[in-house]
């Protein structure tokens, strides 16, 4: 992954403790209210992803909190776009990330936001409510549920625990060479685990900045990168307007990366 690169005079925020407390509190009302739902509408964009009234309900919470504790920062979020602030500081939300799995009753779907400096990812959090955990990352490293992460194990290509997560309609636009694959609903769930090992890579869809911008900040802890599948490098900065991206990325750990990317080729004919 690149990223924008810091002059000698620049410095990286470390986000504040009181901040992570913030965030992370606001996560887990954000998650009351999806598990707390009393019946929801679900209607569809003209890309054919579904939306529901929860998705609309947590954004607008979470930028209620945003505006309150850090005033002036810019927001980009998944339902109301850009909104202006100052060019420094850019939140990141995407309310719900997974909303089909969501909405069939299944587990696997998050919450997430991600705070960029200069379009450096210098902080983010993914929660799961249905779950429970509840994943950190910022300058002083990567938790999840108070506990710092580590990886756990570094399984090859073909270790019988490896597999690589990719969105649900992979099997019709791709052929993928590698023994085992599994869609489990979620872009930012797939990253984090990536980033703790439990996946061994990603391939994702075209996705957008929100989709990601939560669980870039754990990839320098976790030894993962990303690029696209085209194997050209990945560059936050032409994300930063909402567009998607413009091709899929791969994600998984750095020595692996370029095999898992060989093995998955684009099918003839699919768009």
């Known amino acids: 992954m690149m990223v924008k690169p810091m002059t000698p005079n620049e410095t990286v925020t470390r986000t504040p403790p009181v901040l992570r407390g913030e965030i992370l509190g606001w996560l887990k009302e954000a998650g009351h209210i999806a598990l707390h739902k009393q019946g929801f509408g679900i209607s569809y964009k003209e890309d054919g992803t579904p939306v529901t009234t929860v998705d609309e309900k947590i954004e607008a919470f979470l930028l209620e909190q945003v505006a309150r504790v850090t005033p002036g920062y810019r927001v980009l979020s998944e339902e109301r776009g850009s909104l202006a602030g100052d060019d420094e500081f850019l939140w ?4 719900l990330d997974g ?4 909405a069939s009753g299944l587990p696997i779907w998050s919450i997430s936001i991600g705070l960029l400096q200069r379009e450096r990812p210098v902080a983010g959090a993914v929660y799961l409510p249905a779950i429970g955990d509840i994943y950190w990352a910022d300058a002083t490293g990567a938790f999840c549920n108070d506990q710092r992460i580590s990886p756990r194990r570094n399984l090859g290509l073909d270790d019988p625990l490896a597999f690589v997560a ?3 309609n992979a099997h019709r636009l791709y052929d993928i060479d590698l023994p085992r694959v599994r869609s489990l609903g979620s872009t930012a769930v797939h990253l984090i685990y990536a980033a703790t090992s439990t996946a061994i890579g990603v391939l994702t869809r075209r996705v957008r900045i ?4 939560g669980a870039l900040p754990f990839f320098e802890h976790a030894g993962v990168s990303a690029i696209y599948l085209s194997g050209a490098p990945f560059v936050i900065a032409p994300l930063l307007t909402g567009e998607p991206l413009p091709e899929p990325l791969v994600i998984g750990r750095t ?3 370029p095999d898992i990317r060989l093995r998955i080729r684009r099918k003839q004919g699919a768009i």
């Open 210 to 213: 929100w989709d990601v911008a």
């Open 92 to 95: 990141v939300i995407d309310p």
């Open 166 to 168: 990719v969105p649900s």
């Open 255 to 257: 020595e692996l990366l």
């Open 99 to 102: 909303t089909r799995a969501y």
